[in-house]
């Protein structure tokens, strides 16, 4: 028996310790193998056009290469490689799956920590299409294991990085500056925004991700000079919308957690109504539809709109602007309530570092910032603390302040959280679609945690509608959620894929609730995108302004919406952002002045976002 095993090992040995002849020809077609482990474990393969493939397949040709040339070693370059990239496509399959947005690199690697608090929340299932990619690369790998290649010696190495360089400065030529992409294969950089999930899909990873990465690259606007700037807020003529002489005693500004009604995409028909509150509400509130430039997560972007004022839309396409734009010190809604004597509050019950708040906030200049570690006793939904339990903590926190100080709290809520494709015992689900939608169970799950949004929304509301000071209450949500694509696609009536650039906006429109317990004109606002809503709250309260926020309002009077994929103007006509497209006059100044806060900071002009504090300075 003993002879008879170490005959089968040593026959099992010469089976597996084999080379490959020529086994230069499989490296050269390595970056097509890695192309299609890739695409395969993504699930998009076959959906990508071969002339956009043949793009995407140069670009692996060049990864490839580079990590071949500084490694020096052949199967660890092509194994290691691989490898890498299988990993990538695996992750943003599940990210797409969580986010309805694919993995964007290389911004998403700056949201890491952010990620990993949250990822525990969701439920990751082996896909076919994961496993058939990971098949794909065990035999790649086991096949690349039996090849051998020569290490090329330093002359050769340098031989080959010359034309290596070569070729990628005619290839990256090619494809940026004479948008050979367009020629060639049909891919239009505008319309890659419109629908990035459905542009991944169709023009391939790689290819979209250089498209990506162009768009990181600060463009200075024509005519900008920093006197330019200043120049721009000159004669600036807005109307005020205050229907009051109140000024309040307490502004609390609440961005809650994937807070939206789907129904302004199409209608639906569910058990019972989810926001019956919010719906009834009439009295001294003012409601409207918020436009906003994230779906499905990138919280961080909208809350840095409402604060700063900062349109995403002419900055470079970034995760999270709270990690790429943000340095003390960040003027905004903070800075100028705060001239205006206010005791500036953050309240959010999850980590502090997610979205890198706690460096943000302090930048900003809040006071004080309530993270997790302020809320262990509180309500749970799920994972989360609940709206209920939030907004206890938010009363607790008012009935510690001074008599006659004014309170500003932006509170950031966290109960909606995505993480819909189970339950918990701790969660009641109470509302369900019926009709043609019915047994969409994670949609189900979402429109039950609005419907608890909303009672706690009424029960916040009950109380300071007791409390004799003046308070504002505003509470928008942060993004539509990501729950299954179709529902999405039933309500608009045809795939995402086929949609309008205006129709796409569609999915970034959120609540807008602004409540007081004074008397204040009720209203409807249509349209109005979220860099305009900080100033607005500060108009409604009759607080003084700086001179950014009055070319802000002034803005949102000829342009009401800056939106994802484009932008309205004031008599309703929709306009699709295009590299051809000539801004209007309004949105050049806007541009101009934002450009100087954020880009140009060494030459910021400073009396633009500040007003001189009470009491002087």
């Not at 084999?18 to 390595?30: E, K, N, R, V, Y």
């Not at 330093?154 to 500056?177: D, M, S």
Request: hydrophobic letters at 40%; glycine letters at 6%.
């Amino acid at each position: 028996m003993s002879l008879s095993i170490s005959g089968v090992r040593t026959r099992m040995k010469k089976i597996l310790h084999f080379t490959i002849p020529h086994g230069w020809i499989l490296g050269c077609l390595a970056p097509v193998a890695g192309y299609v482990i890739f695409e395969t474990t993504t699930g998009n393969l076959t959906a990508i056009h071969w002339n956009r493939a043949l793009m995407n397949i140069a670009f692996y040709y060049l990864l490839y290469a580079l990590v071949y040339l500084v490694l020096n070693r052949f199967r660890t370059a092509v194994a290691g490689t691989t490898a890498v990239l299988y990993l990538i496509a695996a992750v943003d399959y599940y990210v797409l799956q969580f986010k309805g947005s694919p993995l964007l690199l290389p911004q998403d690697l700056t949201a890491w920590r952010t990620a990993a608090a949250v990822v525990s929340n969701y439920e990751i299932t082996p896909a076919a299409s994961v496993v058939t990619g990971g098949v794909l690369l065990a035999v790649f790998i086991f096949l690349i294991c039996h090849v051998r290649v020569k290490r090329l010696k330093w002359k050769q190495r340098g031989g080959c990085a010359v034309v290596y360089v070569l070729c990628c400065a005619l290839w990256l030529t090619a494809f940026y500056k004479y948008d050979i992409k367009y020629t060639l294969a049909d891919i239009d950089d505008d319309v890659f925004w419109w629908s990035l999930d459905g542009s991944y899909r169709d023009f391939g990873y790689a290819v979209s991700t250089a498209i990506l990465v162009k768009s990181m690259v600060f463009e200075k606007p024509e005519g900008y000079t920093p006197e330019a700037a200043e120049e721009a807020a000159q004669d600036i003529q807005y109307t005020s919308h205050a229907s009051s002489d109140t000024v309040p005693e307490n502004l609390i500004v609440i961005m809650n957690e994937s807070l939206a009604d789907m129904r302004v995409i199409g209608d639906f028909e569910t058990n019972e109504e989810f926001f019956p509150f919010i719906s009834s509400l009439e009295e001294n509130t003012v409601k409207g539809n918020l436009y906003v430039q994230v779906f499905g997560g990138g919280t961080s972007n909208t809350e840095y709109e409402v604060l700063t004022g900062h349109s995403m839309s002419f900055l470079p396409y970034v995760i999270s602007a709270f990690q790429a734009y943000c340095k003390p010190p960040e003027y905004g809604l903070v800075t100028t309530l705060k001239d205006q004597g206010y005791t500036a509050v953050a309240m959010h019950p999850n980590i502090s570092g997610n979205w890198n708040r706690k460096n943000v906030y302090s930048y900003m200049e809040f006071d004080e910032f309530l993270s997790s570690g302020e809320y262990r006793e509180a309500e749970r939904l799920r994972d989360y603390v609940s709206d209920l339990g939030n907004y206890q903590r938010l009363i607790e926190r008012y009935e510690e302040k001074e008599e006659g100080e004014r309170l500003f709290v932006f509170n950031v809520t966290m109960q909606n959280h995505g993480g819909y494709e189970y339950g918990a015992d701790n969660f009641q689900e109470e509302i369900r679609m019926t009709g043609e939608l019915a047994g969409y169970e994670q949609t189900d799950r979402y429109l039950s945690l609005m419907k608890k949004s909303d009672e706690a929304f009424a029960y916040l509301l009950e109380y300071f509608s007791e409390v004799e000071e003046p308070t504002m209450i505003v509470m928008f949500g942060d993004h539509q959620a990501a729950v299954e694509t179709e529902v999405y696609e039933s309500l608009f009536g045809k795939p995402l894929s086929e949609l309008s650039p205006e129709e796409a906006d569609r999915r970034y429109i959120t609540p807008l609730i602004i409540w007081t317990n004074y008397e204040q004109r009720e209203g409807w606002i249509d349209k109005i995108s979220a860099n305009y809503l900080g100033s607005l709250i500060l108009d409604l309260a009759n607080l003084e302004l700086t001179p950014y926020n009055q070319i802000l309002l002034e803005t949102w009077e000829e342009l009401p919406a800056l939106g994802k994929n484009g932008y309205y103007l004031a008599d309703g006509s929709y306009v699709a952002w295009s590299a051809d497209t000539e801004e209007p006059e309004q949105m050049r100044r806007y541009h101009l002045i934002e450009y100087n806060g954020v880009a140009d900071r060494r030459n910021r002009r400073d009396v633009l976002f500040r007003i001189e504090p009470q009491g002087g300075m």
